[in-house]
Nanobody
């Protein structure tokens, strides 16, 4: 089992920046890919960014110029640095980990972009 705990969400003004953090614990040796998803009310979760255990990253088109995903393997942390935030970035952001056929989710953290 893998446990994921997100932090760093909150209220930010348009154009501002925010860094989300995800702390992983448990059977982390089994993880191949970690990522950040977001979910709008009434919608399915969608991928924002992902990073493999080898450091290969992938971004959703609307955020690729504004977000950076990174990991600190020594601390078992994954981060999502977001900048130039827009009101349409308002959503619940979830940390995700995939290991083999197992998929794990954090509890989510709310990001609200509003003036």
């Amino acid at each position: 089992q893998v446990q994921l705990v997100e932090s760093g969400g909150g209220l930010v003004q348009p154009g501002g920046s925010l860094r989300l953090s995800c702390a992983a614990s448990g059977s982390i040796f089994s993880i191949n890919v970690m990522g950040w998803y977001r979910q709008y009310p009434g919608k399915q979760r969608e991928l924002v960014a992902s990073i493999t255990s080898g450091g290969i990253t992938n971004y959703e088109d609307s955020v690729k110029d504004r977000c950076t995903i990174s990991s600190d393997n020594a601390k078992n942390m994954v981060y999502l640095q977001m900048s130039s935030l827009k009101p349409e970035d308002t959503a619940v952001y979830y940390c995700n980990a995939v290991g083999g056929r197992d998929i794990y989710w954090g509890q989510g953290t709310q990001v609200t972009v509003s003036s």
